[in-house]
Nanobody, 118 residues
């Protein structure tokens, strides 16, 4: 099993930055890919895939975040980050970390709230 804990969310003004962290514990070697999703309960029924990271590289899966968000990993800390710059009010959501593993899963974190004020 893998346990994920997100942190780094908060309230920021438009144009500001936040760095989200997703710290993993447990069966780390079984992790294939890491993902950040977001969900604004008032607007979306489903979580939206924002960014993905694997050994072969990373992708940003939402056009509106390209050029503003970056996903990265610190292997020594078993942590994945989502650096979010030039934040916009429409980025407001609960951000979730998810991992795909070799057996079982996927596993999700509890989410961290990001609120961007205009």
């Amino acid at each position: 099993q893998v346990h994920l804990v997100e942190s780094g969310g908060g309230l920021v003004q438009a144009g500001g930055s936040l760095r989200l962290s997703c710290a993993a514990s447990g069966s780390i070697p079984s992790i294939y890919t890491w993902h950040w999703y977001r969900q604004d309960p008032g607007k979306q029924r489903e979580r939206e895939l924002v960014a993905s990271l694997a050994d072969g590289g990373s992708t940003l899966d939402v056009d509106s975040v390209k050029g503003r968000f970056t996903i990265s990993r610190d292997n020594a800390k078993n942590t994945v980050y989502l650096q979010m710059n030039s934040l916009k009010p429409e980025d407001t959501a609960v951000y979730y970390c998810k991992v795909i593993v070799a057996f079982g899963g996927p596993y999700w974190g509890q989410g961290t709230q990001v609120t961007v004020s205009s």
